[in-house]
């Protein structure tokens, strides 16, 4: 069984950075993808970037791309999003989510494991 646990976030003025982790168990496989998404109140689940595993190919949404990087650290099974020049529209629950396929980055159901969630809120 796959296990996901969140740290990280918090509340920053715009302009400031954070960095997400998520440690990840369980995820045993050479191929397949993780993920950040995030919801903001009243809005649907969107995807915010993607790593594909094994060839560490990387997916961003257009509204984080040279702002938002996504890593991860193979040896110690953890994930990574160094969020930077936050912005108040960045505010949101992100959530750390694992695949076992190369279905479509930005779809949730692409995905069928998900971490705990963590707050990020960005003051104007």
């Known amino acids: 069984q796959v296990q996901h646990v969140q740290s990280g976030g918090g509340s920053v003025q715009a302009g400031g950075s954070l960095r997400l982790s998520c440690q990840i168990w369980?995820?045993?496989?050479?191929?397949?993808?993780m993920a950040w998404f995030r919801q903001a109140p009243g809005k649907e689940r969107e995807g915010v970037a993607a790593?594909?595993?094994?060839?560490?190919?990387?997916y961003y949404a257009d509204s984080v791309k040279g702002r938002f990087t996504i890593s991860r650290d193979s040896a110690q099974n953890t994930l990574y999003l160094q969020m930077n020049n936050l912005q108040p529209e960045d505010t949101g629950m992100y959530y750390c989510?694992?695949?076992?396929?190369?279905?479509?980055?930005?779809?949730?159901?692409?995905?069928?494991?998900w971490g705990q969630g963590t707050q990020v809120t960005v003051s104007s």
């Open positions: 989510a694992t695949a076992k396929t190369y279905a479509t980055w930005y779809e949730p159901v692409s995905f069928d494991a």
């Open positions: 790593i594909n595993i094994g060839l560490n190919r990387t």
């Open positions: 369980g995820f045993t496989y050479n191929f397949g993808r």
